[in-house]
């Protein structure tokens, strides 16, 4: 009981670490702006249906990916710890590497339901979970995470406002940081399935 919940706490703080919903805090508020409160609850639950809908999506079927791509887990593990490492990166050093534009006039739930909380990085962390939890563990993070993501994005103004813009800016570093650190961990166990 106790590796069962030390494996979901593990998953849940990656996953919720990896979703960064804080980061999306200051653009979901700027677009939501001015909205109704049910408005806002609406385009929340889009952004959090959006990013489960991918993640259950590749959680139950990656399987399919693997094999059809003949891809081993312990590839897959460097390939996607760089790829974590490059987003830690980004967040921590608050750069962006450019990204098309054509979401811009979609509503902020789509906007922010991919790619800024389910993208590349998020459904690297759900395939590298699943290869090393099964899937119960990975599927239970990934409600837990998502439920914090949409009591997060629901209340962002209230965050905004409350916290203000540096100290979001700071806290959306520090789970960079904590990301890339995980990122390290992925390689360095890719690496060594690898050898």
């Not at 593990?10 to 653009?27: C, E, H, K």
């Not at 809908?53 to 139950?60: A, I, P, T, W």
């Not at 791509?69 to 967040?91: D, N, P, Y």
């Not at 459904?123 to 998502?146: C, D, E, H, K, Q």
């Amino acid at each position: 009981m106790e590796e069962f919940l030390s494996a979901l706490l593990y998953s849940f703080g990656t996953l919720f670490v990896i979703l960064d919903p804080l980061l999306s805090v200051p653009l979901f508020s700027e677009m939501t702006r001015g909205q109704s409160t049910s408005e806002v609850t609406r385009q929340t639950w889009i952004a959090v249906g959006v990013a489960g809908v991918l993640m259950y999506g590749f959680l139950f079927f990656n399987f399919i990916i693997f094999t059809t791509l003949e891809i081993t887990i312990a590839s897959f593990q460097v390939a996607g710890g760089i790829l974590l490492f490059i987003l830690g990166l980004q967040e921590t050093l608050d750069f962006q590497i450019p990204t098309s534009k054509e979401h811009q006039n979609n509503a902020a739930g789509v906007v922010i339901g991919t790619p800024l909380l389910c993208g590349p990085g998020t459904i690297t962390t759900v395939l590298l979970l699943s290869s090393r939890y099964g899937l119960l563990i990975p599927a239970i993070a990934i409600f837990l995470s998502l439920v914090a993501t949409w009591l997060t994005l629901r209340y962002a103004a209230l965050i905004q406002k409350l916290c203000g813009d540096v100290v979001i800016g700071i806290m959306a570093r520090v789970l960079g940081m904590l990301l890339a650190a995980i990122a390290v961990k992925l390689i360095a166990a890719g690496i060594t399935g690898v050898l």
